[in-house]
């Protein structure tokens, strides 16, 4: 596609839902990040995929919150037992690579997720 | 761990320059960033310094000076659609390894007339 692709675009849940989120990065992008920004605050990283290696799941705020990258494209990041502090707007982005100007990120318009 | 420091928001006026600082900490420093935001958007890429200097494109020019651990974004000639969101974001490699990208809180423009 011609940019990042995020669904759905709002989601409302009532807590203890478990809830997936989905991102289509741009092809022929390597590098796959996943990143949650509450009300007027910045980018807080939760998880990176480069390629075919193990993800780098060190920004995950805890066990209910989990990632998968299928055949190095789409990506679903999903919470479990969703509380009402995961309520926020979760970020998806893609890079070609992760070396010089290719690192550049490119984000989708994002996931707001309300936690009722 | 890692920090970025970077003013909480910044007022100017329309068709004057603003400078934006932004301080880091961290081991493993590969690059830093500047993202755009604006209210209900998404980021946008605006620059990469790997290396100490200043790049410029076209109205925004970024510095970073390696040894001082610090950076800015320099906006000219400001316009009111300038009014934004602005982060610095590091690149480093953590101590698993993997390149990570922080975000610092974003500093918010307000261009006046």
């Known amino acids: 596609g011609a940019g990042v692709s995020q669904s759905p675009s709002n989601k409302v849940t009532e807590k203890g839902k478990d809830v997936e989120l989905r991102c289509d990065p741009i092809s022929g992008h390597t590098a796959l990040y996943w990143y949650r920004q509450s009300l007027g605050q910045g980018l807080e990283f939760l998880i990176y995929?480069?390629?075919?290696?193990?993800?780098?799941k060190s920004g995950l705020p805890s066990d209910r919150f989990s990632a998968e990258r299928t055949g190095g494209s789409v990506s679903t990041l999903t919470i479990q037992r969703t509380q009402q502090e995961d309520s926020a707007v979760y970020l998806c982005?893609?890079?070609?690579?992760?070396?010089?100007?290719?690192?550049?990120?490119?984000f989708g318009a994002g996931t707001r997720l309300s936690v009722l | 761990g890692q920090s970025l420091e970077q003013p909480s928001e910044v007022t100017a006026v329309e068709g004057a320059i603003v400078q934006i600082n932004c301080t880091y900490q961290t081991s493993g420093f590969y690059g830093l960033s500047w993202y755009q935001q604006h209210d209900g958007g998404a980021p946008t890429f605006l620059s990469y310094n790997a290396l100490d200097g200043l790049e410029e494109t076209g109205r925004f020019s970024s510095f970073l000076s390696r040894s001082d651990s610090y950076g800015y974004l320099l906006l000219q000639e400001l316009q009111m659609k300038d009014s934004a969101s602005y982060f610095c974001a590091v690149r480093s490699l953590n101590s698993g390894g993997y390149q990570k990208v922080t975000f610092g809180i974003g500093t918010k423009l307000q261009v006046i007339p």
């Open positions: 995929f480069q390629g075919n290696s193990a993800p780098d």
């Open positions: 982005a893609s890079s070609f690579s992760t070396s010089g100007l290719k690192n550049i990120q490119y």
